[in-house]
């Protein structure tokens, strides 16, 4: 009896351990999840998917960039800092010439808007030909964190704890994994239940049918948005209820995305890329190519995802010739800006670490 009733003692107290622990797991998938959601608290960091989204082409099967020769010498630099391989894609400018057939009779596109459209669906067309399952397609402007590999790294940690956005709605936040034949690892990170994954918005603009899409945030411990940077992007970050003025310094939301502009960075997948190659490069350019997905995004026609603040940005010098889809002509300097360079990145900005680096003197990259 007195074994018996020492045994019977040590499953109470093994018992008591067991409820007190799940008692604390659930407080902590409460916290964790900030909406009511139940999420389990797992360490993800160490999951192939987390690791792959850290290596050299972030998890995606290629990294496109699409560049005039003129700025090839800069991304070579930041890319090889940032430990990361590029494909190097020829950009079309508004001086080249595009077949006629190919241009709609109606267009109100410039030329040299027309040389950007045509540049993105030729990143589109050889990501298919490629054979791989996604892509980043960059332009040459862009500028990241020195650590973009952490971020996006974290960024999958995030995705896997909580789920596709685009998923929420019916109640399911299991993130389909995938697989990308296109890595190393032949993982995909971040799902493929999607079209489009926006990292390089420049702004956002509000949910055309109203309402809040579905999203959830995380603190971004890799490389955390500069407060300016969460200024720009303050009305997303509050729909999801993050205040940057209040506690919520470093936060970033994923979420469905409504009205991106601007394409200096974004991935897309298969099935994404040939809904681009089919609307927007076979039916011919209506709008600037920027305006046309942003189009398409706001009213569904894609499935989107973003992460605000991005974590690319445009690098400009301020001047006219920062931008490709203004004609040679107006491309003058801005008088009001002496041409120092930077992005909103701010520190740890990958192009400011180049010069800082290897620069001499004041030159920027």
Sequence with gaps: MPRLAGLLCIVAALHVIWLYRRSVMDWQRGRESGDGRLVEVKDFSKTKEAMAAGNKTLGFGRILVISRTDRQDALTLVSDLSGLNITLLHGVTGEETIHSPAIPKDTRLRPAELGCWRSHVNAWKHMLESGVETALILEDDADWHINIKGQMSLLSQNMMRYGNPLLMDNGDTKIVKGKDAGNDEGLAPYSLDWDMFWVGQ????????????????????????????????????????????????????????????????????????????????????????????????????????????????????????????????????????????????????????????????????
């Design 202 to 365: 420049c702004v956002q603009s509000n949910d055309p049918e109203g309402g809040n899409r579905p999203g959830f945030s995380y603190n971004d411990t890799a490389g955390a948005p500069n407060p300016d940077q969460q200024g720009d992007f303050k009305e997303e970050l509050l729909l999801h209820g993050v205040d940057y003025e209040n506690g919520g310094k470093g936060m970033r939301v994923v979420a469905e995305a409504s009205g991106p502009a601007c394409t200096t960075g974004y991935a897309i997948t298969r099935n994404g890329a040939r809904r681009l190659l089919y609307n927007i490069g076979y039916l011919g350019p209506m709008d600037p190519v920027d305006l046309q997905l942003l189009q398409l995004c706001a009213h569904r026609h894609l499935r989107t995802i973003w992460v605000t603040p991005p974590l690319i940005s445009s690098w400009s010098l301020g001047w006219g010739f920062d931008s490709d889809t203004k004609n040679s002509t107006e491309r003058q300097p801005d008088p009001s800006n002496p041409g120092n360079g930077g992005s909103s990145i701010g520190e740890g900005s990958a192009r400011m670490e180049v010069a800082r680096l290897w620069g001499v003197g004041d030159n920027e990259v």
